[in-house]
């Protein structure tokens, strides 16, 4: 992958962002490696000797790639925020992309870039200034200050897809608490966290800078990423709608910031507003996901000045040796919006990574830029972020740009046992309130009311119309979307092209294009992927469900505990032989940076695992067997 003249950089972190990072860094002259491209895993940096085990790792990939000019970029992996990364890659003498280590530090733990931030007279929501780790010192500490609920609780480190915990009074804190530090235990490495006040229907500001070795400083305009969720980022705009004063205080903050703490490279700030009140909320030091977005407004290029941002000085291009000169590359159109897609089921965030068959997306242009975040023919990662794809529109105006976006996701085709949010995206970015502005951070969680997520009674029987075709004796069983049983009608699919019938794992699947007679008048891309013997992920255009099948007699087997999505064995809650109560957590599975907990809605014994801890699991796959106590 590299010629005996060019730099070879390694991307780490997810592969949306890898992809946008890995074509800044080819513009830049680098041979460009993508960590999971190239199926390279990286150790938990929580777990002993992952320090040792990351050396080693990129010794034996520079010796392979050549270490003279061997450059690592974390973007945004776990270790990009860790401050031992920069002295483990002094020690093999290869070169790392992040600011120094006290700045990644002082980042690392968040409570201590607030404390930092009161300390330059930066407003902060903070509640209290030691961390804490229990339900007993959050209550005490209400007790003391005399705060009110609701508050937020946010996590010390970085904690993947744990999200923030908003408590709304003493007992749901009491009752919500335990498997949050759980997810905090497994995802950082500990269970600390601070408290925040709760500041209702604010809006969310993403301050993108930089800083160089000579004191340059540029913010690159501001991202308004209101639209997200307790857990992701969703929908980004940009520039910002935002009053000419509080654009201008928050970049004053910012540069008085990172001229403080001595930062050196690319990092963001995010900033809370209610009204003319702003507040510092956290920050990165390092690229944010999104990056491409403000880069497509600012005309600028992240890893240009990334490179320049290096502690010795300017940076040598790979091939042709003259110094890096950030700065505006082009004109461009002056509005932005982008969506994520993740591989997950909207509203209850449950983890959906799973096998991509097929992947099928508009061409991208000049209004129009998609990246995706899996790969046709593999699996997708269980511990990843879980983003399955990045889709930028772009115009003259926001309505313009948001009109790119929505064409773009309209166009997004994923087949085989992964889900996605899309059909949510979709009508996310249809709202009234999203084409005129009108939106907050609460406006996802408390407004926002996605109607036609499900499909419908008519949807279903074409859905399972779809899977009864991959069986040869359909009409002998019982046919369930969920919990409802639908009857199966074959003479409901009209096909356009297809059927196309495949196999995967020794189990039938059936792919093709459904005519406009078939589904509402509109021709859709239609299929059924195998998900265990009985079980499928059904699509019809940007429709998911889970399908299943059972016996002619309506027998399903023993009652069991099954995978809500792939990923590890994280614990089993309770032992074979115990009874677990109705919808008490019996058993925790590790996925997308978060641990998914699964549960019986009745009195059930657990008679036997079939797994064991640190298994991995598909989705569907049988955990353990229990037996249902009638009272």
């Not at 897809?161 to 009491?174: C, H, K, R």
């Not at 709760?198 to 993403?206: I, K, T």
């Not at 491409?292 to 290096?310: D, F, N």
């Not at 949010?421 to 709202?431: A, D, E, G, H, I």
Request: proline share 6%; hydrophobic share 45%; charged share 20%.
């Amino acid at each position: 992958m590299t010629s005996d003249n060019a730099n070879t950089a390694l991307i780490l972190g997810s592969l949306a962002m890898a992809r946008s990072i890995a074509a800044s860094f080819a513009h830049e002259g680098f041979s460009p490696v993508i960590q999971e491209e190239a199926g390279i895993g990286l150790p938990n940096p929580s777990h002993e000797g992952a320090s040792d085990e990351l050396a080693a790792l990129f010794s034996n990939l520079a010796d392979k790639y050549g270490r003279s000019g061997f450059l690592v970029h974390p973007g945004n992996s776990v270790w990009a925020e860790r401050p031992e990364l920069p002295s483990i890659c002094a020690s093999i003498g290869i070169d790392v992309i992040c600011p120094p280590a006290k700045v990644l530090g002082l980042f690392m733990n968040k409570l201590g870039l607030l404390c930092e931030a009161e300390r330059l007279r930066i407003p902060v929501l903070l509640l209290h200034p030691e961390p804490m780790h229990s339900a007993r010192e959050v209550r005490a500490m209400m007790a003391a200050s005399g705060n009110r609920y609701p508050i937020v609780l946010k996590p010390l480190k970085d904690a993947g897809n744990a999200g923030i915990f908003v408590a709304e009074n003493t007992a749901d804190l009491e009752a919500r608490l335990p498997l949050w530090l759980d997810r905090l235990r497994w995802s950082a490495g500990e269970t600390a966290f601070y408290a925040e006040k709760w500041l209702e229907c604010a809006r969310v500001f993403v301050a993108p800078f930089a800083r160089l070795w000579d004191g340059t400083f540029r913010m690159f305009g501001l991202v308004d990423a209101s639209l997200k969720d307790s857990v992701h980022k969703l929908v980004e705009v940009c520039p910002a709608d935002v009053d000419a004063p509080v654009f201008r205080q928050i970049e004053e903050w910012t540069r008085s910031f990172a001229v403080s703490c001595g930062y050196l490279g690319v990092g963001t700030l995010e900033f809370l507003t209610d009204g003319a009140r702003i507040y510092l909320s956290e920050g990165a030091p390092r690229l944010n996901t999104g990056f491409r977005l403000w880069e497509t407004v600012s005309a600028e290029c992240a890893a240009a000045w990334q490179l320049a941002a290096m502690e010795n000085g300017p940076a040598q291009k790979g091939g042709g040796g003259a110094p890096i000169n950030p700065g505006p590359r082009a004109v461009v159109d002056a509005h932005a919006v982008s969506a994520r897609i993740y591989s997950e089921l909207s509203l209850v965030h449950l983890p959906q990574p799973g096998f991509v068959s097929e992947l099928a997306h508009p061409p991208g242009g000049a209004s129009l830029e998609l990246v995706p975040g899996c790969i046709a023919g593999r699996q997708t990662s269980t511990d990843g972020d879980g983003i399955a794809a990045i889709v930028i529109g772009r115009g003259r105006s926001y309505r313009d740009a948001l009109e790119s976006l929505r064409a773009g996701v309209d166009g997004l085709w994923f087949a085989g046992s992964l889900q996605t949010n899309t059909r949510f995206m979709k009508l996310l970015l249809s709202n009234p309130r999203v084409r005129e502005r009108m939106f907050h951070s609460c406006f996802v969680e408390e407004e926002f009311i996605p109607e036609g997520l499900q499909p419908g009674g008519q949807e279903l029987s074409l859905m399972v119309a779809l899977a009864s075709v991959c069986v040869e004796d359909a009409a002998t069983g019982r046919w369930y979307a969920g919990n409802k049983r639908i009857e199966s009608s074959l003479g409901a699919l009209e096909w356009s092209e297809g059927p196309f019938f495949f196999e995967h794992a020794g189990r039938r699947g059936v792919r093709g294009v459904l005519s406009g007679g078939a589904y509402g008048g509109k021709k859709e891309r239609a299929g059924a992927f195998p998900l265990q013997d009985g079980r499928w992920i059904v699509r019809v255009g940007s429709q998911e469900c889970q399908i299943r099948r059972t016996g002619a007699s309506g027998a399903a087997g023993p009652p069991s505990i099954r995978a809500l999505c792939a990923g590890r064995m994280h614990a089993a809650l309770f032992r074979a032989g115990a009874v677990a109560p109705p919808h008490e957590p019996v058993a925790l599975v590790e996925s997308q940076r978060t641990l998914v907990q699964h549960s019986l809605p009745v009195r059930a014994k657990i008679t036997r695992w079939l797994v064991n801890a640190g298994s991995d699991v598909g989705q569907g796959q049988i955990l353990a067997e229990c037996e249902i106590i009638k009272i």
